[in-house]
């Protein structure tokens, strides 16, 4: 692994965003913020592999992978007996990243966690994960990289559940790192629920480890949005400067925009599964500029971010999602037609839409480093969530 900060934000307030690049096996270098795009066993859920080279290179090339997954099908013996992950998906110039969360399909479970390992619920019920068996399937697995296991809990729990959270965390991390097999990168967890101070103690306790990156998790579990900034805060203060840091649970555009300006580099993120299960297609201008058709207040199942193409208005609409995206989905289909495919319920749409989002999405990653680059990121930031603001009370006085 290979990383460096390039430049850091130069915009009045107290951002701490940066740009860097990041590079992971074989995978080419990507600059960073960067997102990592969920997956199903390796491969994202819609699209199939010759399909991949649609989405925009290099940025596309880090993909997260949930070892959880591998608690059903396909054994981790006969995995490792393939020669890993890499070659049993045929994907071989990826960067795969480990971790167990994965937001749609392995929640974390955090009263049925207890000393001996983390609990989870996943598509084969509630499993107690320790951290020999999370080791085990890590070795068979092979990423380039992997999160040692973490007690998540959500920010409604006691001062002494979070201290136990955090004290399991760091004893898990011990063991991990010595069951830790040659080759791939380890990601110290870092957890604390809601709790500053606990989350301050737990990254200077990771930092003290000998890992190569932190991973950031607990977040996206019933924390405010007004809490959040004084959280990130506290886990990216005490962290040295040159390490990467990646985080769970930060979705939406305004949280990615959160974990920017507190200095986060890598983001996991289920927010476009969400999206293209949902029927929902993402329309929001990147250069923050605003497209005229998106903000009428119609039942069109628009909020300025994104559109419903279930929606009856969409059935005749002979023109693409966006005009002006150059992906495949926009350059060759209209939204009447993924209406249709949504309306009879083919996979084809699900297909066409997770292009699109995916695309679009690592457009705004794209204009998030720009806006750094050109020291304007919190003006960008500022611009994004005022219009937002603004048109979600719109909406409600025009309900």
């Not at 701490?16 to 994202?44: D, Y």
């Not at 992950?85 to 049925?112: F, T």
Request: proline share 5%; net charge neutral.
């Amino acid at each position: 692994m290979k990383f460096s900060v390039k430049a850091w934000s130069t915009s009045k307030g107290n951002s701490a965003g940066r740009t860097g690049v990041f590079q992971l096996g074989n995978c080419p270098q990507i600059e960073t913020p960067a997102l990592l795009l969920s997956t199903r066993k390796g491969l994202p859920h819609f699209i199939s592999p010759d399909l991949l080279p649609s989405l925009p290179i290099p940025d596309s090339s880090l993909l997260h992978v949930s070892p959880l997954h591998f608690m059903e099908g396909i054994s981790s013996k006969t995995i490792s007996s393939i020669g890993g992950l890499h070659k049993m998906i045929g994907l071989h110039d990826v960067g795969l990243a480990a971790v167990a969360r994965d937001s749609i399909q392995c929640l974390p479970e955090s009263s049925a966690t207890n000393k001996l390992g983390a609990s989870f619920e996943t598509p084969c019920g509630r499993l107690l994960i320790k951290p020999a068996e999370y080791m085990g399937i890590i070795s068979s697995l092979r990423p380039n990289l992997w999160a040692t296991l973490a007690d998540e809990v959500p920010a409604w729990v006691s001062k002494k559940r979070n201290k136990n959270s955090v004290d399991r965390t760091v004893k898990w991390l011990d063991e991990c790192i010595a069951l830790s097999p040659a080759g791939g990168v380890a990601f110290g967890a870092i957890v604390g629920g809601s709790d500053v101070e606990e989350r301050r103690r737990c990254a200077q306790e990771v930092v003290k480890r000998n890992v190569s990156g932190y991973w950031i998790g607990g977040f996206g579990f019933g924390e405010s949005t007004d809490e959040r900034p004084a959280l990130l805060s506290a886990v990216t203060d005490s962290l040295p400067k040159d390490g990467p840091r990646l985080i769970s649970g930060l979705g939406l555009p305004e949280e990615v925009l959160q974990g920017v300006a507190a200095g986060i580099d890598l983001f996991d993120s289920s927010y476009i599964y969400h999206l293209t299960i949902g029927g929902f297609a993402l329309t929001f201008p990147l250069d923050n500029k605003t497209y005229a058709s998106d903000l009428k207040l119609t039942g069109m199942g628009i909020d300025q971010t994104k559109i419903n193409l279930k929606a009856t208005v969409y059935r005749k609409d002979a023109t693409p999602i966006v005009e002006s995206c150059s992906c495949y989905t926009c350059q060759n289909h209209t939204k009447a037609y993924i209406n249709h495919l949504l309306n009879v319920h083919e996979m084809l749409a699900q297909i066409l839409l997770e292009i699109h989002n995916t695309h679009h999405y690592l457009g705004f990653f794209r204009s998030i480093r720009e806006a750094i680059k050109e020291g304007r990121f919190e003006q960008f930031r500022e611009m994004f969530v005022e219009k937002r603001r603004i048109h979600l009370a719109e909406v409600a006085v025009c309900a």
